[in-house]
């Protein structure tokens, strides 16, 4: 969780009258952002308030459920929350377009949101068919809890609506000296106002301003200004529109489309309404208002704000108001003149936004990382007013946002096209010059570059000349130029095999948590209730690359009231280390839980403060100092491999001979020399929702409870003990279920287990560790990142006859989890390697310890091969797929899979059909690509499960070390138990693993643990329906219950165990097959995913309903890693920028395929597995690479176009805007009209 408004995991729904219209009004918020107290009067609705499992759930939830729109079920809550509020706000009409939109603030890191996006969408007034048609099984819809008093759905308790006077104010007063005023009126605000001297003060509207700059804790008053009438209303005059100062984003967005359709002169509030559905996200526009969103831009002027920016070249006016019945001298302030005036207790009272004749054209632009829910990298608004017969300018307002902290007006432009008609060549070309020398953008290297926000500004430009110019003056081929790229409401299709049988084994149902996910029931570490004088703790974090610790000094922050306790590493009574190395399965090296000496990286945890609240910690953590020495002025920083290469530093760099591959014979028709260099140079953040957390508990004869987000529970039993110098049977690991892990919980959940244990254990009380998403970007490590470079020689099919290929992963901080043991095995992907040399090295950079992230490895193997052969088919002139089919291994499964896959997606009359459109199209291109995936599947380690029937009723209780983390193996494990034991899921239950039952047991890794846990229940399934088969056979027609109770009543044992081995599996692989194709819009590098088609081999799924998740999911997470997520470092400190929701962006739900078909490779067993299915969680992922060579092709027309050298070229991962228009060679000398 982000709470930052950022991830929509906390919405909820509020309920209350508006000040102004007196009516009842429902809206979502993000409860991480909302004042407690700016509640007073409204009713507050959580999920819990709106259905659950046993009173019956609310139609959102059940959809929810349905669908398969849950899988680790962390942010379902706030997805429920977020459809409940649209649906209550709408009074129950929606249509598909609003709810496809008001998901762009909900993050789902597990499900690729399609089938959440369905759900919701099947509640629509206009849903399709298909959709409905899927509604038909789900019954029990009308189990919603209705209240008895008003006959709608309960909300769990009574309303507050309406019981609170709006003519009192209210005032509370707090022990250090913080007071909170709720007013009603302007008369109460100014009096309040009156009473602050020279305290530090705020006025809240809706908050949101918190996730964006973090309030300052020197605050003393709050002023909740969200009931004040008078700064909420709108009026229209016959020339301007009135809105109050603290009418919401989301209330202007209404009044805007009102007034544009209503009255002449305002037509151009409709692109407002456009532009501001860009900014954040519904939760937050419901709250963030107009004005508060201009007081950030006031106190922060490198905000890029967007209401700033539209505001400013339209000409609105702001009214200040200082007193209730008094009007600022200044009045009325243009946007830019306000940011120069003293606000001490002024307030923003109104903007007042002119009509516009028919001479004026407006248009606004924001351009971001992604489709919603983002900063923009520039924004622009741009006003012109022509003469009657639109042939020369008569004034102009161009603005530009994302510049510099000054910038607003293009003031050289704006002089410069008076009097000029833009619509003539030489005309633009001269203005496209003025401003290209105008505009000079700073640095900031969290965002993008200075040269690409200039090129962005003068394309925006560009774009808008496109647009508003009378259609003939434009050639046919730049037309689309001037268009917006537009997304189609996104659809999907999933083909499985149907299995008749009546067993629910091979069958498409629901998972079985999917309800109390969705109901808020289903309990994650942080969920557990409050011990009595539990103790929270934040790690406190380094900040000094190489600097050596010589003291900590925590004295300040534990002279707080409230703070308990600071430990650092002189505190640990064991090894200071949380690696298990006494686990010989690897061989591993010591990580110290905390820095002793010299830092590592930026961000390393040096110990933890305990205090009496998470707020608190959080909060004495600022005031413990460390001091540092350093053994040299300018020991160098390498934050990552990129730095490592560039100053040649071999120092960093180790060779990892045991993973090299040696040709086994070379070809001699070598008609083409290939060199080039691939690199993935960001890593990517695991983004699970639950961050990584733990609960210690101190328990009986000197033991400890640890509850914790791991997905390898006995690696931190290991650690712990090593850490406290006790027993290993001292440590009593529980694991109900994880709120996603990707990897990331594996090893590194080992840091935070030993870290809270030492807590718990010294101060003999329960330890919360909750990290915060900054921190767990920063002292946690990623997916490895990777570089490469090769040199191939090939015929003049493309055929390889040699390759050498050298590739470098960043290690982080550490050698341990050395990744090639898997990227040796993938690198080769479906091909014939004989004529392969491979060689490998580590680098060791001054970041966390990268770690293993879903498909750890492979995801950079197979993409580095990919890439190779598109470099080889450029280079012989052949298409991709035909390269690919040259290379392939002898006997692959792909020699007919790959022509039958290209022929049922069309690839080939696609691809003809693009190559026409882009011939056509200068500024907009498309592309599109076939990749193919051979994902080699192997077992390990061990792990145990036990089954129980109780002979009391015949119910069935089952655990295995096997993690539920969203991958669905609780559902197939009961699929299993029930098809083996012949009864049904009522029946049965799961319990959570824990170190009694699963000691010793291996990891939740590898996308094999769902197969081994059903192998385990099957086996235990299997073991006791042998020793009740006598019984059943004695009475063949006696019940479950009949046979358990006969069968315990001759002392049957009725709990089996069973170990799986290694040893007892087959390896084998998974096949799979993409296809992508994508939209680029040049001027912005914006791209839309167009349709995307998936073949994947899961065998004979086991859950298709699961599997088909599981794919969608991990090629969206794939997705993130090409497109949109990027860890940028800073060269000189190592420290990440990029840590928070606000400027780390995983794909949201507008960035998904909008046609995403899914098919399971049909009717094909896998042999090599009992149950016949095969293993289905990481393979997608490294299929999101086909994206990255859909967008080349169309880049390489773009090219061609604009003069380029047919040569290839690096487009290094994420392919943002930037890189796009950057490889596209864009010339604004062509930026012409004709
Ligand atoms: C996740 C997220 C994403 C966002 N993305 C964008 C984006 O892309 N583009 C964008 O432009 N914005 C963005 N924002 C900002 C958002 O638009 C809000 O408008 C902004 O946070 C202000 O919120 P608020 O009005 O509730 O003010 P608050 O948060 O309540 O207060 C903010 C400040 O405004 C002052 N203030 C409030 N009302 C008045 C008034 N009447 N007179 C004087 N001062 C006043 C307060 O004193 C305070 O200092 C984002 C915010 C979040 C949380
Ligand atoms: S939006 Fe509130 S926790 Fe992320
Ligand atoms: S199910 Fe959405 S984050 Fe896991």
């Not at 020279?198 to 709050?222: C, E, I, M, T």
């Not at 691939?678 to 961050?691: C, D, K, R």
């Not at 244990?757 to 990777?786: C, H, Q, W």
């Not at 291994?889 to 896959?901: H, N, Q, R, V």
Request: charged share 25%.
């Amino acid at each position: 969780m982000c709470l930052e408004g950022g991830c929509g995991a906390c919405v909820v729904t509020l309920k209350g009258v508006h000040p102004v219209t007196k009516e009842k009004t429902t809206w979502a918020v993000n409860s991480c952002l909302q004042n407690i107290y700016s509640c007073h009067g409204l009713d507050i609705i959580t999920v819990e308030g709106i259905g659950s499992k046993k009173n019956g759930m609310h139609q959102v939830q059940k959809r929810l459920a349905n669908f398969n729109g849950t899988q680790c079920g962390y942010c379902s809550p706030g997805m429920v929350m977020n459809m409940y509020s649209l649906l209550e706000s709408k009074n129950g009409k929606v249509t598909m377009e609003e709810v496809e939109n008001s998901f762009g603030g909900n993050i789902c890191r597990c499900t690729g949101y399609r089938p959440i996006l369905d759900a919701f969408k099947s509640l629509a007034s206009d849903a399709d068919e298909t959709l409905l048609n899927l509604c038909k099984d789900i019954e029990d819809l009308d189990g919603t809890k209705t209240c008895p008093k008003t006959g709608t759905p309960c909300i769990g308790s009574c309303s507050a609506i309406g019981k609170v006077d709006p003519k009192h104010s209210l005032k509370l007063t707090f022990e250090d000296d913080r007071e909170w005023h709720k007013i009603y009126n302007l008369t109460e605000l100014f009096k309040v106002m009156g009473t602050i001297g020279y305290r530090p003060y705020q006025l809240v509207a809706g908050n949101p301003a918190h996730g964006v700059y973090r309030r300052s804790a020197d605050l003393k008053v709050f002023i909740d200004i969200s009931s004040v009438e008078e700064l909420r209303g709108f009026k229209v005059n016959d020339n301007t529109l009135e809105i109050g100062g603290n009418v919401t984003l989301t209330e202007a967005m209404e009044i805007f489309t009102k007034v544009a359709n209503e009255k002449k002169g305002f037509e151009s509030l409709k692109e407002f309404v456009t532009h501001i559905d860009l900014i954040a996200n519904v939760p937050v526009r419901n709250n963030g208002t107009i004005a508060g969103n201009l007081a950030l831009k006031y106190a922060n002027l490198s905000f890029p704000s967007d209401v700033f920016v539209v505001l400013e070249a339209v000409g609105a006016k702001i009214v200040l108001f200082s007193g209730a019945q008094k009007q600022d001298e200044h009045n009325p302030l243009a946007p830019s003149d306000f940011l120069n005036v003293s606000m001490r207790r002024k307030v923003i009272g109104k903007i007042i936004f002119p009509s516009l004749s028919s001479s004026f054209v407006f248009r606004s632009y924001k351009i971001m990382p992604r489709a919603q829910n983002a900063h923009s990298y520039v924004n622009a608004a741009f006003l012109l007013q022509f003469n009657e017969e639109k042939t020369f300018i008569k004034s102009a307002s161009i603005c530009f946002g994302g510049i510099d902290d000054f910038f607003d007006h293009a003031e050289k432009l704006e002089k410069f096209l008076i009097g000029k008609d833009i619509y003539l060549n030489e005309v633009l070309q001269n203005a496209c010059e003025v401003l290209e020398k105008e505009i000079k953008p700073d640095s900031d290297p969290s965002i993008s570059s200075p040269e690409f926000r200039k090129h962005l500004a003068i394309s925006l430009f560009y774009k808008f000349v496109l647009n508003t110019s009378p259609s003939d003056k434009v050639k046919s081929e730049f037309k689309l130029g001037g268009e917006t790229l537009k997304r189609e409401i996104s659809s999907g299709q999933q083909q499985i095999d149907v299995n008749e049988g009546k067993s629910k084994l091979y069958k498409r149902i629901p998972k079985v948590e999917a309800d109390i996910q969705c109901t808020g029931e289903a309990q994650y570490v942080n969920d557990i209730p409050k011990f009595e004088n539990e103790l929270h703790a934040a790690f406190v974090l380094g900040d000094k690359v190489n600097g050596r610790i010589k003291s900590i000094d925590a004295s300040e922050a534990l002279n707080i009231s409230g703070v308990v306790a600071f430990y650092a590493a002189k505190d640990i009574p064991g090894l200071n280390n949380f690696m298990p190395l006494r686990f010989k399965m690897f061989n591993l090296k010591i990580e110290e839980v905390f820095c002793r000496d010299k830092l590592l990286y930026h961000g390393q945890p040096v110990g933890i403060v305990l205090a009496e609240t998470f707020d608190l910690a959080y909060k004495a953590r600022k005031f413990i100092k460390i001091d540092y020495s350093f053994d040299h002025d300018d020991e160098p920083i390498y934050p990552t491999i990129r730095e490592v290469m560039k100053a040649k530093a071999d120092d960093r760099l180790f060779d990892v001979p045991e993973y090299y591959l040696k040709a086994s014979e070379y070809g001699n028709d070598k008609q083409h020399k290939i060199s080039g260099h691939f690199e993935i140079p960001s890593t990517q953040y695991h983004y699970s929702m639950e961050t990584q957390q733990c609960l210690v508990v101190p328990s009986e004869d000197d033991c400890l409870d640890v509850y914790s987000s791991a997905q390898w529970s006995d690696t931190n039993q290991i650690s712990i003990a090593e850490v406290l110098n006790i027993p290993v049977s001292n440590v009593n690991t529980y694991v109900r279920r994880l709120g996603g892990a990707f990897g990331g919980k594996i090893s590194r959940q080992g840091q935070i287990a030993c870290a809270a244990a030492l807590g718990s254990y010294l101060t003999k009380k329960p330890v919360r560790l909750i990290m915060s998403m900054e921190d767990n970007m920063r002292a946690i490590g990623k997916r490895f990142s990777s570089m490469s470079d090769y040199v191939a020689e090939v015929d003049n099919l493309g055929k390889i006859q040699t390759l050498k290929h050298h590739y470098i992963h960043d290690q982080g901080c550490s050698p341990n989890e050395v990744v090639q043991f898997n990227t040796s095995v993938y690198i080769g992907n479906c091909y014939n390697i004989k004529s392969w040399d491979v060689t490998t090295q580590s680098a060791l950079t001054h970041s966390a310890s990268n770690t293993w992230m879903r498909a750890p490895g492979t995801t950079d193997a197979i993409a580095m091969t990919e890439h190779v052969m598109e470099h080889i088919a450029r280079v012989v002139g052949r298409d991709p797929i035909d390269v690919r089919m040259e290379n392939l291994e002898d006997g692959s499964e792909f020699k007919t899979m790959i022509p039958t896959f290209i022929n049922d997606v069309k690839y080939r009359e696609r691809k003809a059909a693009i190559d026409k459109f882009n011939l056509k199209n200068r500024w907009v291109k498309r592309g599109i690509a076939v990749s193919p995936m051979k994902y080699f599947i192997a077992y390990f380690g061990s792990m145990h499960g036990i089954v129980s029937i109780y002979h009391g009723d015949g119910s069935v209780a089952l655990s295995t070390g096997g993690v539920e983390m969203g991958q669905g193996l609780n559902t197939k494990v009961m699929q299993v138990a029930s098809h083996v034991l012949g009864i049904p899921f009522e029946k049965i239950s799961i319990k959570p693993s824990n170190s009694l039952n699963n000691a010793n047991d291996i990891g939740s890794v590898a996308s094999v643990t769902s197969e081994v846990a059903c192998y385990i229940v099957k086996k235990c399934c299997e073991i006791l329906m042998e020793r009740m088969k006598p019984f059943k056979d004695e009475n063949p027609e006696a019940s479950w219950e009949e046979i358990v109770e006969n069968a315990f009543l001759k002392n049957t044992d009725l709990s089996a165990t069973y170990m799986y081995k290694q040893e007892e599996m087959e390896t084998y692989y998974v096949y799979g097959l993409s296809c992508a194709e994508v939209e680029v819009d040049l001027l912005t590098g914006n791209i839309l995913l167009k349709r995307v088609d998936i073949l994947e081999d899961t065998g004979e799924s086991m859950s298709p309903g699961i599997d088909i998740g599981q794919i969608e999911g991990g090629f969206v997470m794939g997705l993130g890693i090409w497109l949109t997520e990027n860890l940028i470092y800073d060269p000189k400190t190592a420290e990440l920028l990029t840590d928070r929701s606000w400027n780390y962006k995983p794909p949201g739900a507008k960035d998904i395929p909008i046609d995403f078909r899914i098919k399971l490779v049909q009717k094909k067993p896998n042999p090599c597995f009992v149950l016949r299915s095969k293993a289905v969680g990481e393979p997608p992922v490294t299929m999101g690479v086909v994206v990255s060579f859909a967008i080349r092709h169309a880049i390489d027309s773009a090219r061609k176009d604009n003069g380029c050298e047919d040569l290839w070229y690096v487009l290094s991962p994420p392919i943002s805007p930037e890189k796009i228009i950057l490889a596209a060679g864009l010339n604004i000398k062509d930026f012409k009209l004709n």
